[in-house]
């Protein structure tokens, strides 16, 4: 995942812990090993080798599941989560890299080239065929999440109740520890001028937050996150810090990137539509920290802090 993974758990047996979070661990790599963009053997990466190919090909259930859960995302957000751009990741990845902009051609072809359309899903058969050749698959904006997940999920079913997975800032949660109403959790709240941080506490649910903090290039002025719209193939320009609660940890993931590139209205009627999901948004317009949550969103903020 090219991330630090974390786990946290409050277990009575200290012998079962330890032994817990070691198979927790291995459940990592395992999954790491299947969807990975950066390893050539991945499952993901050898599946990306047979776009065009006009063939179906059989995959493991883990990547069957990811898969059906990422084109739902796609639908139910209008493409604004993608995991076909993987050809735009690349051109905007080497970019920050050496400091310049992509070759206009190479984005526009990458740009027609993607398309959650194209991905064809045989789920009787549990094998899947991708139309259009050229297509990297990359799914950045919901592994991480579905990793911490299926970590919190395993934990639970070994018997530990009190669980939290930490997938490179990406969190699932069980139960709260001991004597605590719930897992604490840093947010930026955006307070005035600026961005505060203050505290979520979380049992039982999964957050994600998504902006272009860290990973940006910057270029005559003008600001490109990392973060793509499939629509235009370029990195978004406004600066947004998003963050999502859901009931699980790739709901979070993808939800935080689709509402970072989506309209402020149209992330919130999103959120909206996906039970048991809240959201907060901080966007900087004209030097000005502008905020906007959903009606639930609050219920999750510690007051004194």
Same mark, same amino acid.
């Given at each position: 995942?090219?991330?630090?993974?974390?786990?946290?758990?409050?277990?009575?047996?200290?012998?079962?812990?330890?032994?817990?979070?070691?198979?927790?661990?291995?459940?990592?790599?395992?999954?790491?090993?299947?969807?990975?963009?950066?390893?050539?053997?991945?499952?993901?990466?050898?599946?990306?080798?047979?776009?065009?190919?006009?063939?179906?090909?059989?995959?493991?259930?883990?990547?069957? &599941?990811?898969? /059906?859960? %990422?084109?739902?995302? @796609?639908?139910?957000? #209008?493409?604004?989560? +993608?995991?076909?751009? *993987?050809?735009?990741?690349?051109?905007?990845?080497?970019?920050?890299?050496?400091?310049?902009?992509?070759?206009?051609?190479?984005?526009?072809?990458?740009?027609?080239?993607?398309?959650?359309?194209?991905?064809?899903?045989?789920?009787?058969?549990?094998?899947?065929?991708?139309?259009?050749?050229?297509?990297?698959?990359?799914?950045?904006?919901?592994?991480?999440?579905?990793?911490?997940?299926?970590?919190? &999920?395993?934990? /639970?079913? %070994?018997?530990?109740? @009190?669980?939290?997975? #930490?997938?490179?800032? +990406?969190?699932?949660? *069980?139960?709260?520890?001991?004597?605590?109403?719930?897992?604490?959790?840093?947010?930026?709240?955006?307070?005035?001028?600026?961005?505060?941080?203050?505290?979520?506490?979380?049992?039982?649910?999964?957050?994600?937050?998504?902006?272009?903090?860290?990973?940006?290039?910057?270029?005559?002025?003008?600001?490109?996150?990392?973060?793509?719209?499939?629509?235009?193939?370029?990195?978004?320009?406004?600066?947004?810090?998003?963050?999502?609660?859901?009931?699980?940890?790739?709901?979070?993931?993808?939800?935080?990137?689709?509402?970072?590139?989506?309209?402020?209205?149209?992330?919130?009627?999103?959120?909206?539509?996906?039970?048991?999901?809240?959201?907060?948004?901080?966007?900087?317009?004209?030097?000005?920290?502008?905020?906007?949550?959903?009606?639930?969103?609050?219920?999750?903020?510690?007051?004194?802090?």
């Amino acid at each position: 995942m090219g991330s630090p993974f974390i786990i946290l758990l409050y277990a009575s047996d200290s012998a079962k812990a330890a032994q817990t979070a070691s198979k927790a661990y291995q459940l990592v790599d395992s999954l790491n090993v299947i969807y990975s963009d950066y390893l050539p053997n991945s499952e993901l990466s050898l599946l990306s080798k047979t776009a065009g190919d006009n063939q179906f090909h059989s995959v493991s259930p883990a990547m069957e &599941d990811i898969l /059906k859960k %990422s084109v739902s995302a @796609s639908e139910k957000s #209008d493409g604004a989560y +993608d995991i076909t751009v *993987g050809q735009l990741v690349k051109l905007w990845r080497k970019a920050r890299k050496e400091k310049q902009f992509p070759e206009l051609k190479s984005l526009t072809i990458a740009r027609q080239n993607a398309g959650f359309h194209q991905i064809i899903l045989d789920t009787i058969n549990h094998r899947v065929k991708i139309n259009k050749p050229e297509i990297l698959l990359d799914l950045g904006g919901i592994a991480k999440g579905y990793i911490a997940q299926k970590v919190v &999920d395993f934990v /639970k079913n %070994s018997g530990i109740q @009190s669980v939290l997975a #930490d997938a490179g800032g +990406d969190l699932a949660t *069980g139960t709260a520890p001991p004597g605590k109403t719930g897992w604490s959790v840093g947010v930026n709240v955006p307070n005035s001028e600026e961005l505060m941080q203050k505290l979520v506490f979380l049992q039982n649910k999964a957050i994600a937050t998504s902006g272009d903090m860290y990973q940006y290039l910057e270029l005559n002025g003008k600001r490109y996150s990392h973060i793509i719209d499939p629509k235009t193939g370029l990195g978004l320009t406004h600066q947004r810090n998003v963050t999502v609660i859901a009931p699980d940890g790739a709901t979070a993931d993808w939800l935080a990137t689709a509402c970072s590139i989506l309209p402020v209205k149209k992330s919130l009627k999103l959120i909206r539509s996906v039970r048991g999901c809240e959201l907060l948004i901080a966007e900087i317009r004209d030097g000005k920290i502008l905020k906007w949550q959903s009606e639930g969103f609050g219920s999750y903020l510690n007051p004194e802090n």
